[in-house]
């Protein structure tokens, strides 16, 4: 089946320290999806993406939709002790029928910042 | 409240009890969806559904029962709950796959 792998897989930095992580893909996504998941909750819809190239930005975070539309990016500027948490990155299964709700997720990256 | 809620939110079970996790929405979205989440393993699907009455298998079903017999509600039983399910559990519901899910809050379940 699909699958996406998400890089790296964890990150220790520093307060104001930019991040940058990534999710590739072996087959082509029509959407991409950012999540984050603070520790004990569930994980929170961060960007959506919908179109090869497309620049999205939610605050200090900003998002790329790959041109080859296997891949997208997250990046986090300035960082602060409260993005810490699992990133995850997700897009729709190419499955049809029943299936063809479903999103196919990254192993997530987790983020450390330090004080 | 408007929203996707999830309960027990901490769980402790006996190996062998059957015990089963609600989930619950309030925007009638068409599709839900369990995970479990292990460290080192990101989220595994467990079971989903697309419709009432409409539910399939995911990526790791065994030892697990799904129903939805309304569009709200999609309830998770482990028949008889074994050690190697202790985890946490997400469920989530979407209208539309490219909007994304929304995940309730999750399910600590510990099975001694």
């Known amino acids: ?115 | 409240d408007a929203g996707i809620t999830q309960s027990p939110r901490y769980k402790i079970t006996e190996t062998g009890r059957q015990v089963t996790l609600m989930c619950h929405q309030t925007w009638s979205h068409s599709y839900m969806f369990w995970y479990r989440q292990d460290l080192g393993h990101g989220l595994r699907l467990i079971y989903y559904s697309a419709a009432a009455d409409i539910t399939d298998k995911g990526e790791v079903p065994d030892g697990y029962v799904v129903s939805r017999s309304k569009t709200e509600n999609f309830p998770l039983t482990l028949e008889s709950a074994t050690r190697s399910q202790t985890s946490v559990y997400f469920c989530a519901s979407s209208e539309n796959r490219d909007l994304g899910y929304t995940f309730g809050s999750g399910t600590r379940l510990t099975v001694v």
């Open chain 1, 1 to 115: 089946g699909q699958q996406l792998n998400q890089s790296p897989q964890s990150m220790f930095i520093q307060e104001g320290e930019d991040v940058s992580m990534n999710c590739t893909s072996s087959s082509i996504f029509n959407t991409w999806l950012w999540y984050k998941q603070d520790p004990g909750e569930g994980p929170v819809l961060l960007i959506a993406l919908y179109k090869a190239g497309e620049l999205t930005s939610n605050g200090r975070l900003t998002a790329q939709f790959g041109i080859t539309r296997k891949d997208s990016f997250l990046n986090i500027s300035a960082s602060i002790p409260s993005d810490v948490g699992i990133y995850f990155c997700a897009g729709p299964s190419n499955a049809g029928g029943t299936s063809y709700g479903k999103l196919t997720f990254g192993q997530g990256t987790i983020l450390t910042v330090h004080p």
